[in-house]
């Protein structure tokens, strides 16, 4: 069966620091990969998706960045963290069909405080 | 792209009562999902339901794809049934989910 992981589960960093979150799928090959934010308020905001290895969209301009640099590994990045990133990371995998009908599956998320 | 609307915001039950949770989505659609967030923040898949009605034990899912809506009912509710439900479409021609604001419930003892 298919696994999401995601790690860490939470993160204290100061602002200007870098941030590595990482995300892997067991179980499956050639998912679309996708990272949300959760911030206060409770909507879940899209950020990146790839549809393959080192193929990354991006939905919303920011402080961050997104890498794919294997098939099932997708990992959320900054340089220089601000305190505006805070907030609940979550990756998620689904299956890629041309039919578009697919169910998405998520990882048990990152807290991200940044101070 | 697609707005996904959720109603109400908020629900507060006593254990023991149903309840009707309504997502509203502006387009078309080729599938949406119902999740529940549990206090720890993890999204648990509860129904993947393009359209028809689906049950799963005290849950049950309607989803009227020509009227664009989904209904999610939660029949005698548990102190554990407490969360956010959230519901997630994707645009007409895409695949990438895109979720409401959320329900809040919260179920009394």
């Known amino acids: 069966s298919q696994t999401i992981h995601q790690w860490p589960a939470t993160l204290v960093q100061p602002v200007g620091s870098p941030l590595s979150l990482e995300c892997t799928v067991e179980?499956?090959?050639?998912?679309?990969l996708y990272w949300y934010r959760q911030a206060a308020g409770r909507g879940l905001q899209l950020l990146f998706y790839s549809v393959g290895i080192g193929q990354i969209s991006s939905e919303v301009p920011q402080n961050l960045s997104a890498s794919r640099p294997q098939d099932r590994q997708f990992i959320l990045s900054s340089k220089k963290l601000l305190l505006s990133d805070s907030g609940f990371y979550l990756c998620?995998?689904?299956?890629?069909?041309?039919?578009?009908?697919?169910?998405?599956?998520f990882g048990q998320g990152t807290r991200l405080t940044v101070v | 792209g697609i707005q996904v609307e959720q109603s109400p915001p908020d629900l507060i039950l006593q254990e023991g009562a149903n309840s009707t949770l309504r997502c509203n989505f502006s387009d078309s659609v080729n599938n949406l999902q119902w999740f529940h967030q549990n206090p720890w923040g993890q999204l648990i898949n509860l129904f993947y339901?393009?359209?028809g009605t689906k049950q799963n034990g005290r849950l049950s899912a309607t989803t009227v794809a020509t009227e664009r809506y989904s209904l999610l009912y939660i029949s005698s509710s548990q102190t554990t049934d407490s969360g956010v439900y959230f519901c997630a479409a994707p645009s007409g021609g895409s695949y990438i989910p895109t979720f409401g604001r959320g329900t809040s419930l919260i179920v009394h003892p």
């Open positions: 998620a995998w689904s299956v890629r069909t041309v039919s578009l009908n697919t169910e998405a599956f």
């Open positions: 179980g499956t090959s050639n998912p679309n």
């Open positions: 339901i393009p359209s």
